[in-house]
């Protein structure tokens, strides 16, 4: 007989998991379950039921008889991540692109245009929650389900918080512009290009972590 998903606990994982991927719990952060408790006015067997399974995504860590702490990616994780996503969201490039209808273009097009109004006019965490629903309208288009669910449990391990994702003006811009060449490639029926340009979105993320690396022999200031 199959065990039934308690509802309960799975939207507690989603919302946890969602304000650590948006930096409210920061890399690291030790988890108080009396906290957690208030916070999502949860009972004390429902968030350690979410923990163990954010412990399952990787996205916290359980330390015996200490408690949880957030997961904090090392540099090597993080490339493997990248690579793989790398692989898995520029084969998808072809059928987003066979998919897409003309409202689902124009529907990338207000999420991209959503996104880059935000840039003057609201919070990181907001440009996070418009990147996330242009990504999801973007790789809900592909024809493999399996793979979409992979891409997105691997976007939860990496580095997606917005303190961490746009370190400047230049990088939040630079994403705005990615978003509307994707949307362009789309309209255009053109696969090589989305799959160029979604390689280029992944890598950027990269860079940015290479920039905020002191050079060598600046002493870290």
Same mark, same amino acid.
Do not use: C
């Given at each position: 007989?199959?065990?039934?998903?308690?509802?309960?606990?799975?939207?507690?994982?989603?919302?946890?998991?969602?304000?650590?991927?948006?930096?409210?719990?920061?890399?690291?952060?030790?988890?108080?379950?009396?906290? =957690? &408790? #208030?916070?999502?006015?949860?009972?004390?067997?429902?968030?350690?039921? !979410?923990? /163990?399974?954010?412990? %399952?995504?990787? $996205?916290?860590?359980?330390?015996?008889?200490?408690?949880?702490?957030?997961?904090?990616?090392?540099?090597?994780?993080?490339?493997?991540?990248?690579?793989?996503?790398?692989? =898995? &969201? #520029?084969?998808?490039?072809?059928?987003?692109?066979?998919?897409?209808? !003309?409202? /689902?273009?124009?529907? %990338?097009?207000? $999420?991209?245009?959503?996104?880059?109004?935000?840039?003057?006019?609201?919070?990181?965490?907001?440009?996070?929650?418009?990147?996330?629903?242009?990504?999801?309208?973007?790789?809900?288009?592909?024809?493999?389900?399996?793979?979409?669910?992979?891409?997105?449990?691997?976007?939860?391990?990496?580095?997606?918080?917005?303190?961490?994702?746009?370190?400047?003006?230049?990088?939040?811009?630079?994403?705005?512009?990615?978003?509307?060449?994707?949307?362009?490639?789309?309209?255009?029926?053109?696969?090589?290009?989305?799959?160029?340009?979604?390689?280029?979105?992944?890598?950027?993320?990269?860079?940015?972590?290479?920039?905020?690396?002191?050079?060598?022999?600046?002493?870290?200031?």
């Amino acid at each position: 007989m199959s065990v039934k998903a308690d509802p309960v606990t799975g939207n507690l994982v989603d919302r946890m998991a969602r304000d650590i991927q948006a930096g409210v719990f920061a890399p690291g952060m030790w988890l108080k379950q009396i906290d =957690l &408790e #208030t916070r999502y006015e949860a009972k004390r067997m429902e968030v350690r039921r !979410a923990l /163990d399974q954010l412990a %399952l995504k990787r $996205l916290v860590r359980h330390v015996p008889n200490r408690g949880y702490h957030v997961h904090t990616p090392d540099d090597r994780q993080a490339e493997e991540v990248r690579e793989v996503r790398l692989i =898995l &969201e #520029t084969a998808a490039a072809s059928s987003v692109v066979a998919n897409a209808t !003309a409202a /689902d273009i124009a529907e %990338l097009h207000a $999420l991209a245009q959503h996104f880059a109004d935000l840039i003057l006019e609201g919070t990181l965490l907001d440009l996070y929650e418009a990147n996330i629903a242009f990504h999801a309208k973007l790789l809900a288009l592909g024809s493999n389900r399996e793979l979409i669910n992979i891409v997105w449990e691997l976007r939860g391990r990496g580095p997606s918080a917005p303190v961490t994702q746009w370190k400047t003006r230049a990088r939040i811009e630079q994403s705005n512009r990615e978003h509307f060449r994707m949307v362009e490639a789309i309209a255009a029926g053109d696969a090589g290009a989305l799959r160029r340009l979604t390689a280029d979105h992944i890598l950027q993320t990269a860079l940015q972590m290479e920039e905020r690396q002191p050079a060598q022999g600046d002493g870290g200031a």
